[in-house]
Every structure is written in structure tokens, then in C-alpha cells.
């Protein structure tokens, strides 16, 4: 057993040890052992341990399940909302026959993205940065029959809870579109979010910021700091695991839902991306636009010329596209810009530092698996730097949401759903197979996966405002 393990083992008294694995849609799974399991016997080190592959969402038929969990050491940890003293590792998949690590692993994707990106000469590591968006709420029910279908939300911070007999109502409700960085009272989230953060950095995670979001009703921002990929994705999945674990702990729940609440602002995951060699970062110019190099731009412009299919990893569920549409500061223009946020990609201009320098992807959510999501962001960005690809000319200074119907037709836009993203995938993926970084069967698994699971149920199902619209015909 790997000393570091052993000495945490020992020193916080662990008597449980969690191992946890993500699906590829992207939750986490899990299931725990008694720690002296692992203290007494090596075999776990060198043989990993099973699990029934057919039972996790995109992976094994029943015909081929059994499939072994290694444990990454480097990812141990004391659990931050276990009760009992746990420690949590991450574990990488492989198939129990051929020994080689599975290729529909979320992780391991990554790690081949990381290793494709040294392989190019073109630089020696990729740092994201994502900025995770949520929602706390007080209550949510929802349900799907053949004869009914409904949702309700609710929360204290509501603004359509103005008018609510609470006994009292104390009032101070962000709100719609004004949630962005009131005081106390009115955001009602200050010590939440303070609980959920200092958690986050007891538990690794290093934080720069939090605050209230846009939109009324609870909407959160945490941002971490960036990182190499796949350190950022195990990051990611253990802020989301924190938020929703502390959230219920207070009686409330949180979700990364892109777009929960009809007319306001979505929850997105604006992703920061920069590539180094080095100790330089091969973004900088002085004299490019935005101090952006030759690389970066190119870099953008892969981006926007794949991004529709991107988006199918980045922004992959129906809800998504209802958070990707004009009018609440949804980045769905494909061009990019200085500061511009109506655009789907920005260039921070808060530092003159060459270490500051970076690309901004604002159409992403984090609904999506973090593994892949930056994975893709990765290939395409890399596949433009290959192609020397140049984006249109940056959009400054002007509100695109405001152009004539005429100007903005001119301009190419996100996909309208999930189908079109799917789609464009399906078209488009010949740069995610580089490297070997993404394998033919993942691309196929997800689209089938999509297309049956979400997209095709969600099409065969009456929407309530259907009722509504068409009812009296």
C-alpha cells in the first residue's frame, strides 16, 4: 500500500474507505469498504476490484460486465461530508481480461488528452479553469406520467415570492436578472456559500472567489482556481459532490441545472484555457490583439469552428439549449472579443500579466462530464493551432444582441438543441480521434446514448405548455 495512504489511515484514525468512479454522462459513482480491507491486503493496489460495468450508464453490456477498478493514490483524501472517518479515492477503469485501461473511462480520456498535447510539441500542459454556476433551492418536485407532467421550484429568495404570506415576509428577494452581487440581506447564500468554500479548501480545492450570481431565487458562483486537466476534472466532480452534500445538509438542494427557472439567467460554465510550455505561457503577445499570440488566436478559432460539435460533450443536455438563447447573457455568437460576454468567446482584460493571459469558452454548463467537456475543448483548440485556423474578426464594442435581424443572421451561432449538436458531432469528430484521445466507440456510444435516453424521450413526451398553446384547437 502507498505510504502516503497508509499515514493518512493511520493519522486521522480512517476506518472506511470510499473509492469513486464517474459515469459517462458524468455523476460520480461510488461504493465504500471497510479500511482494515485495505490495510490488510495488497491485492487492491495490484489486482484493482470489480464492479458490474452493465449497471453504470454509457459502459458495459450485460455479456461483458465485470470490469476493475485501479485507485489512483494521488487522489486520496479525508471524504469532506462522510460522517464517519472516510477516505475517498478516485479510481481509473480497466477491463479485467486485457488489462488495458478502458476506453470509455471519462479519466482516462483526459489523461490521453494530456499526454496528446506534449506529443504535438506544441506545448507541454493545458490549465483550465472553470467557473461553475448553480442553484440552491428550498423545494423542487417534479414528475412525468402518462396521464400528467409537472414541475414546481421554490425558494425563499424567489422574487415570485414577494407577495407569499411567510409569517412573516421579511421581503430583501433578489429580484429577476438582479441577483449579481448584492449584500446581506438580499443574498440570503453568504454563510452557505462561505460553508460550501471552506469545505472546498479543507478538501484541495483552492478557491478564489464565491459570490451570488444573476439570477434570483439562489444562484451561486465558486470559482477555483486553474489547473492542470485532469486535476481540474477531479476537482470539479468533488465541488459538485460538496455543494449538493452541504446544500442538503441545511434542508436545501442545489443543482447544476442549466436553465431551472423560466425568464432569467442560466447556470453556465464559463471555461478559462491557456496552453504553457514550460514556465511560458504560449498565449501571451504584447502586440497581438488583446495581448494574444498567434497560437491563442488559433487556438479560438478552432474552438468556434468545431464548437457546434464541442457543445454535444460541453453542453450536452435539452435543458442546455434552454440556457443557450439571447437575452440573458447566453454567449450563443460564435465569434470573440475583448470583454464581450455577448460573445462565446472572451478575453479576460482584468490583468496586463503574461501569466493572466487566457481564452474564455462561456457556452459550456456543468451538466457536462468535466473529463470530456475540456477533453473536446482541447482537441478542437489544438486542431486549430495545427491548422493555423483564423476566426472572423473580433466583435468589440457593440452588443450583439442588438444588431439588426439582417447583421445577426451573418453571424454563425451555437446549435439551437442538443439534436443539432449531436448531429454536428456525428459530422464532425475526425479532431477528437487524434491521439487517439477520444476512441471511435465513445463517440458512437454517445450519440446513441443522447439520442435514445434524452433526446428522443424528451421528444415523445407532452410538454405542459403544450396544454396551453394548443388545447382549445
Same mark, same amino acid.
Given at each position: 500500500?502507498? *505510504?502516503?495512504?497508509?499515514?493518512?489511515?493511520?493519522?486521522?484514525?480512517?476506518?472506511? &474507505? =470510499?473509492?469513486?468512479?464517474?459515469?459517462?454522462?458524468?455523476?460520480?459513482?461510488?461504493?465504500?469498504?471497510?479500511?482494515?480491507?485495505?490495510?490488510?491486503?495488497?491485492?487492491?493496489?495490484?489486482?484493482?476490484?470489480?464492479?458490474?460495468?452493465?449497471?453504470?450508464?454509457?459502459?458495459?453490456?450485460?455479456?461483458?460486465?465485470?470490469?476493475?477498478?485501479?485507485?489512483?493514490?494521488?487522489?486520496?483524501?479525508?471524504?469532506?461530508?462522510?460522517?464517519?472517518?472516510?477516505?475517498?479515492?478516485?479510481?481509473?477503469?480497466? =477491463?479485467?481480461?486485457?488489462?488495458?485501461?478502458?476506453?470509455?473511462?471519462?479519466?482516462?480520456?483526459?489523461?490521453? +488528452?494530456?499526454?496528446?498535447?506534449?506529443?504535438?510539441?506544441?506545448?507541454?500542459?493545458?490549465?483550465?479553469?472553470?467557473?461553475?454556476?448553480?442553484?440552491?433551492?428550498?423545494?423542487?418536485?417534479?414528475?412525468?406520467?402518462?396521464?400528467?407532467?409537472?414541475?414546481?421550484?421554490?425558494?425563499? *429568495?424567489? =422574487?415570485?415570492?414577494?407577495? @407569499?404570506?411567510?409569517?412573516?415576509?421579511?421581503?430583501?428577494?433578489?429580484?429577476?436578472?438582479?441577483?449579481?452581487?448584492?449584500?446581506?440581506?438580499?443574498?440570503?447564500?453568504?454563510?452557505?456559500?462561505?460553508?460550501?468554500?471552506?469545505?472546498?479548501?479543507?478538501?484541495?480545492?483552492?478557491?478564489?472567489?464565491?459570490?451570488?450570481?444573476?439570477?434570483?431565487?439562489?444562484?451561486?458562483?465558486?470559482?477555483?482556481?486553474?489547473?492542470?486537466? &485532469?486535476?481540474? +476534472?477531479?476537482?470539479?466532480?468533488?465541488?459538485?459532490?460538496?455543494?449538493?452534500?452541504?446544500?442538503?445538509?441545511?434542508?436545501? &438542494?442545489?443543482?447544476?441545472?442549466?436553465?431551472?427557472?423560466?425568464?432569467?439567467?442560466?447556470?453556465?460554465?464559463?471555461?478559462?484555457?491557456?496552453?504553457?510550455?514550460?514556465?511560458?505561457?504560449?498565449?501571451?503577445?504584447?502586440?497581438?490583439?488583446?495581448?494574444?499570440?498567434?497560437?491563442?488566436?488559433?487556438?479560438?478559432?478552432?474552438?468556434?469552428?468545431?464548437?457546434?460539435?464541442?457543445?454535444?460533450?460541453? +453542453?450536452?443536455?435539452?435543458?442546455?439549449?434552454?440556457?443557450?438563447?439571447?437575452?440573458?447573457?447566453?454567449?450563443?455568437?460564435?465569434?470573440?472579443?475583448?470583454?464581450?460576454?455577448?460573445?462565446? &468567446?472572451?478575453?479576460?482584460?482584468?490583468?496586463?500579466?503574461?501569466?493572466?493571459?487566457?481564452?474564455?469558452?462561456?457556452?459550456?454548463?456543468?451538466?457536462?462530464?468535466?473529463?470530456?467537456?475540456?477533453?473536446?475543448?482541447?482537441?478542437?483548440?489544438?486542431?486549430?493551432?495545427?491548422?493555423?485556423?483564423?476566426?472572423?474578426?473580433?466583435?468589440?464594442?457593440?452588443?450583439?444582441?442588438?444588431?439588426?435581424?439582417?447583421?445577426?443572421?451573418?453571424?454563425?451561432?451555437?446549435?439551437?438543441?442538443?439534436?443539432?449538436?449531436?448531429?454536428?458531432?456525428?459530422?464532425?469528430? @475526425?479532431?477528437?480521434?487524434?491521439?487517439?484521445?477520444?476512441?471511435?466507440?465513445?463517440?458512437?456510444?454517445?450519440? *446513441?446514448?443522447?439520442?435514445?435516453?434524452?433526446?428522443?424521450?424528451?421528444?415523445?413526451?407532452?410538454?405542459?405548455?403544450?396544454?396551453?398553446?394548443?388545447?382549445?384547437?
Amino acid at each position: 500500500m502507498p *505510504e502516503s495512504v497508509k499515514k493518512l489511515i493511520k493519522d486521522k484514525k480512517i476506518r472506511v &474507505v =470510499d473509492f469513486k468512479f464517474n459515469d459517462l454522462p458524468g455523476l460520480w459513482q461510488h461504493f465504500s469498504i471497510p479500511a482494515t480491507e485495505l490495510t490488510h491486503s495488497e491485492s487492491i493496489w495490484k489486482e484493482g476490484i470489480g464492479f458490474d460495468g452493465s449497471s453504470i450508464r454509457g459502459f458495459q453490456k450485460i455479456q461483458e460486465s465485470d470490469m476493475i477498478l485501479m485507485p489512483d493514490a494521488a487522489t486520496a483524501m479525508i471524504d469532506p461530508v462522510a460522517k464517519e472517518p472516510t477516505l475517498s479515492i478516485i479510481c481509473d477503469i480497466y =477491463d479485467p481480461i486485457t488489462k488495458e485501461a478502458y476506453t470509455r473511462d471519462p479519466r482516462y480520456i483526459a489523461k490521453k +488528452a494530456e499526454k496528446y498535447v506534449k506529443s504535438t510539441g506544441i506545448a507541454d500542459a493545458a490549465y483550465f479553469g472553470p467557473e461553475a454556476e448553480f442553484f440552491v433551492f428550498d423545494d423542487i418536485r417534479f414528475d412525468q406520467t402518462e396521464n400528467a407532467g409537472y414541475y414546481f421550484i421554490d425558494s425563499s *429568495e424567489g =422574487d415570485w415570492n414577494t407577495g @407569499k404570506d411567510e409569517q412573516p415576509n421579511l421581503g430583501y428577494k433578489p429580484r429577476y436578472k438582479e441577483g449579481y452581487f448584492p449584500v446581506p440581506p438580499h443574498d440570503s447564500m453568504q454563510d452557505l456559500r462561505t460553508e460550501m468554500m471552506l469545505a472546498m479548501i479543507d478538501a484541495g480545492i483552492p478557491i478564489e472567489v464565491h459570490h451570488h450570481e444573476v439570477a434570483t431565487a439562489g444562484q451561486a458562483e465558486i470559482d477555483m482556481r486553474y489547473g492542470k486537466l &485532469v486535476d481540474v +476534472a477531479d476537482n470539479l466532480l468533488l465541488y459538485k459532490y460538496i455543494v449538493k452534500n452541504i446544500a442538503r445538509a441545511h434542508n436545501k &438542494v442545489a443543482t447544476f441545472m442549466p436553465k431551472p427557472i423560466f425568464m432569467d439567467n442560466g447556470s453556465g460554465m464559463h471555461t478559462h484555457q491557456s496552453l504553457w510550455k514550460g514556465k511560458t505561457n504560449l498565449f501571451y503577445d504584447k502586440k497581438g490583439y488583446a495581448m494574444l499570440s498567434d497560437t491563442a488566436r488559433w487556438y479560438i478559432g478552432g474552438l468556434l469552428k468545431h464548437a457546434p460539435a464541442v457543445l454535444a460533450f460541453a +453542453a450536452p443536455t435539452t435543458n442546455s439549449y434552454k440556457r443557450l438563447v439571447p437575452g440573458y447573457e447566453a454567449p450563443v455568437n460564435l465569434v470573440y472579443s475583448m470583454r464581450n460576454r455577448s460573445a462565446a &468567446v472572451r478575453i479576460p482584460m482584468y490583468s496586463d500579466s503574461p501569466n493572466a493571459r487566457r481564452v474564455e469558452f462561456r457556452p459550456p454548463d456543468a451538466s457536462s462530464n468535466p473529463y470530456l467537456a475540456f477533453s473536446a475543448m482541447l482537441m478542437a483548440g489544438l486542431d486549430g493551432i495545427k491548422n493555423k485556423t483564423e476566426p472572423s474578426k473580433p466583435m468589440d464594442n457593440v452588443d450583439i444582441f442588438e444588431l439588426s435581424t439582417a447583421e445577426s443572421k451573418a453571424i454563425p451561432q451555437v446549435p439551437s438543441s442538443l439534436g443539432e449538436a449531436i448531429n454536428a458531432l456525428e459530422k464532425d469528430h @475526425k479532431f477528437l480521434l487524434e491521439g487517439d484521445v477520444f476512441t471511435q466507440d465513445v463517440i458512437d456510444v454517445w450519440i *446513441e446514448y443522447k439520442r435514445e435516453n434524452e433526446i428522443d424521450a424528451l421528444r415523445l413526451r407532452p410538454h405542459p405548455y403544450e396544454f396551453y398553446l394548443y388545447f382549445d384547437i
